[in-house]
């Protein structure tokens, strides 16, 4: 709605044509009501725009025709620190409930040892199976097998 106000009136704090948008021109608002809405509306404006925000800290958004950003009062706290600070702190929760991220392991410790143990090397100075072979007989990729192996 006020994406569809704000060029009929709202930037300009001229309310009567935002009010002709909103509420159509055979509402039936006389020219004291439009006038009294006005003047309230542009008060109300005026009180915001004067408010003190200096010991306040937050993020804003705006957005208009053309662009849209996003800034903080501060730039030591801008919006992409809060947001990893906020990641840290998420992730510091999960693993105190014993969350851990990352993807699933493909291949569970005793699997990954026996590949290990595949892989060595036979009296002859052979590996005794190939990456391919003991990729396919745990139904995984070669590179996952050489991460195993490292």
Known sequence: ML????PHGLSTLDFAPALEQL??????LSAPTVAR????????????AARDLSQVEFVYLWVDGKSAGCSSKSSAR???SLMSER??????????RGRVGGPKLKLR????ELARQMYEIDEQGHNKFTVAQIAAEFGVS???????LD
Do not use: F, N
Request: charge should be positive.
């Open 78 to 80: 801008s919006p992409s």
């Open 109 to 112: 410790p005793r699997q990954a």
């Open 87 to 96: 990641t840290r702190d998420g992730l510091a929760a999960a693993r105190a």
């Open 3 to 6: 994406p569809l106000l704000y």
């Open 23 to 28: 509420l159509g021109s055979g509402q039936g």
């Open 142 to 148: 070669r590179p996952t097998i050489y991460r195993y």
């Open 37 to 48: 809405l006005t003047a309230q509306w542009q008060d109300e404006a005026k009180a915001v």
